[in-house]
Nanobody, 125 residues
Framework: VQLQAYGGGSVQAGGFRRLSCAVS????????MAWFRQAPGKEREFVAA????????SYADSVKGRFTVSRDNDKNTTYLQMNSLKPEDTAVYYC???????????????????WGQGTLVTVSS
């Protein structure tokens, strides 16, 4: 399974950015898809996740109301729409995938076996 994250770049505070994560191999339609991020000098943290079953995605409190995670099973791709960006959103963003026959959403990175290479988002004030 390979995950390719892209869409990072530099943006001013208040702006927006959309990240994409293309997945090849495996069964995308049975993956829980997630986004994590790691800021300089900090631990990697959960951002958002979406189940293959649909339903309400899960978000970190710090991004609720600003970020939206979605997926396109026809394109084997998941997206992270980031609006109202803040300097504290600056980080390397990683997508992750994990098979979940139950459709469960995991917020701990230890549950994800498959990871993309990360894409850097820099938000300037």
């Amino acid at each position: 399974v390979q995950l390719q994250a892209y869409g990072g770049g530099s943006v001013q505070a208040g702006g927006f950015r959309r990240l994409s994560c293309a997945v090849s191999g495996g069964t995308f339609s049975k993956y829980t898809m997630a986004w994590f991020r790691q800021a300089p000098g900090k631990e990697r943290e959960f951002v958002a996740a979406v189940s293959w079953k649909g339903g309400t995605p899960s978000y970190a409190d710090s991004v609720k109301g600003r970020f939206t995670v979605s997926r396109d099973n026809d394109k084997n791709t998941t997206y992270l729409q980031m609006n109202s960006l803040k300097p504290e959103d600056t980080a390397v963003y990683y997508c992750a995938a994990q098979t979940s026959f139950s459709g469960a959403i995991y917020v701990l990175d230890m549950y994800y076996r498959n990871w993309g290479q990360g894409t850097l988002v820099t938000v300037s004030s």
